[in-house]
Each structure stands twice: as C-alpha cells, then as structure tokens.
C-alpha cells in the first residue's frame, strides 16, 4: 500500500510544480500587446525559447519563453503578449507551450489523486 501513497504523492507534487506557476500566470494576466521576438536562443539538444520585447505605457519589457522542443519563434517576428496590467514585466506570449505545460501538469496531479485514493480504498478493504 505504501507504493500506491509514494506514487501518488510524486505525481502530486510533479503536477503542482509544474502547473500551479502557469495557473497564476494565466490568472493575473489578462492584458494584451503585440511584442517583437528580438533572439532566439538554441541549446544543444534541439530546443529553444524567444526573447520578446513590448511596449506597455511608453516603456518597453523583455522577458524569455520557456523552452520549447518546437521552433515556433521567427526572429524579427511580431507576437501576442499577454501580461499583468498591475506588473507589466510578468508575460507570457501565446503559442509558447504554456497551455500544454498547465494540461500536463494537472493531468499528473489528477494522476497522483486517483492513486492516493486508490491507496486510500486499498488500506480500508484489506
């Protein structure tokens, strides 16, 4: 039984990590800009991110994607920047795998869940 509350506990915890910061960001950002990618950086196993820079209220940001397996960015190219109308530094840009890193993440976390249950039913039957 003490398998199943490991498992389920890893699950959980990996579910969390990895979509509780893209809820929040998803959350507080509700703002729109149109950005320009200004880099892109490679790293040696094929993945990438971008360098955006935007304009909100005469000031210009820049901040980084995550990594990403996909070169979706195209230097010079413009992008859709979704940021916090109270802290404009905190973005995102759409298509940068943000809503797969959150689907991901929750469904670990409902993985963790069944099998902290199953544990759970498996310790009152037996």
């Not at 959980?12 to 149109?34: A, D, Q, R, W």
């Not at 990438?48 to 935007?54: C, G």
Request: with cysteine; aromatic share 12%.
């Amino acid at each position: 039984m003490i398998v199943f509350w490991i498992i389920g506990i890893l699950f959980l915890i990996v579910g969390l990590i990895v979509s509780v910061p893209n809820l929040i960001k998803f959350i507080k950002c509700k703002e729109h800009t149109t950005g320009k990618i200004v880099s892109i950086d490679s790293s040696s196993n094929g993945n990438a991110r971008a360098v955006y820079e935007y304009i909100v209220s005469s000031s210009k940001y820049t901040n980084k994607t995550n990594w990403t397996p996909y070169h979706i960015f195209h230097l010079d190219g413009e992008c859709h920047v979704i940021y916090d109308k109270n802290n404009p530094d905190y973005s995102y840009i759409k298509q940068s795998g943000q809503y797969i890193r959150c689907i991901v993440g929750i469904l670990f976390a409902m993985i963790g869940i069944g099998v902290l249950l199953l544990g759970i039913f498996l310790i009152t039957v037996l």
